[in-house]
């Protein structure tokens, strides 16, 4: 079965550094994703890894660990536009291809 | 990348009736993923539409409840039939290509009264 793990909410101050983390335990593995879903919209694509390591896109970074089931998803300089629910999604690589399992999302709220 | 239209955005239905929600791809595509969002959840998936061959439905969700059409590789529909007010809540339809990202229709918000 599949099995991903993120905090439900969390809280920073704009300006700050935020870490989003998500755990996983699938029967096969193709891929992470993160996605930002702002309330009543639909997910929006952020980041995609798929080998171990650090991805750098802008402001959002994200990391694997495929041995560890481990990813984050580092927020900088956060901005009030930021608070959302951030998603973590894995791409099985089982009977159905492109099947994504997703996370319970973690709503980040960003005060001023 | 792909751009999908879904509608309609957002219904308030009847307890008891059906409502057919729409996803329209602009380029053809393999698969399209149905997933419903209830709120405070995340995404759950219904099922996988593929052309050609009957959908392929996940645990919990039947194909008389939810039943889904896909006539070709750019446009595909799902029904929510014979609704309950347990049935509230966000539907999306997705796309994929092979080991790339996902991209999702505007969703349709769905109110059972």
């Known amino acids: 079965g599949q099995n991903i793990d993120q905090p439900t909410e969390m809280t920073a101050t704009e300006g700050a550094i935020v870490q989003i983390n998500c755990t996983y335990q699938t029967s096969g593995f193709n891929g992470l994703f993160w996605y930002q879903q702002h309330a009543g919209e639909a997910p929006t694509f952020l980041s995609y890894?798929?080998?171990?390591g650090l991805e750098e896109k802008g402001r959002f970074s994200s990391f694997l660990s495929r041995s560890k089931g481990y990813s984050y998803l580092l927020l900088k300089e956060l901005q009030m536009k930021d608070s959302a629910s951030y998603l973590c999604a894995v791409l099985d690589r089982g009977s159905t291809l492109g099947r994504l399992y997703f996370g319970r999302g973690t709503q980040l709220t960003v005060w001023p | 990348s792909a751009v999908i239209s879904q509608k309609p955005s957002r219904d308030i239905c009847q307890r008891g009736t059906s409502l057919t929600i729409q996803c329209q791809v602009d380029?053809?595509?393999?698969?399209m993923f149905w997933y419903r969002q209830q709120p405070g959840q995340s995404l759950t998936l219904i099922a996988t539409?593929?052309?050609?061959?009957?959908?392929?439905?996940e645990s919990g969700f039947v194909i008389d409840k939810f039943p889904i059409s896909r006539p070709n590789l750019t446009f595909s529909t799902l029904t929510v039939s014979n609704m309950s007010p347990e049935d509230s809540s966000i539907y999306l339809c997705?796309?994929?290509?092979?080991?790339?990202?996902?991209?999702f229709g505007q969703g349709t918000r769905l109110t059972v009264v």
């Open positions: 380029s053809q595509v393999t698969m």
């Open positions: 997705s796309v994929q290509a092979q080991n790339t990202e996902a991209f």
């Open positions: 539409a593929n052309q050609g061959s009957e959908a392929t439905y």
């Open positions: 890894n798929v080998l171990d």
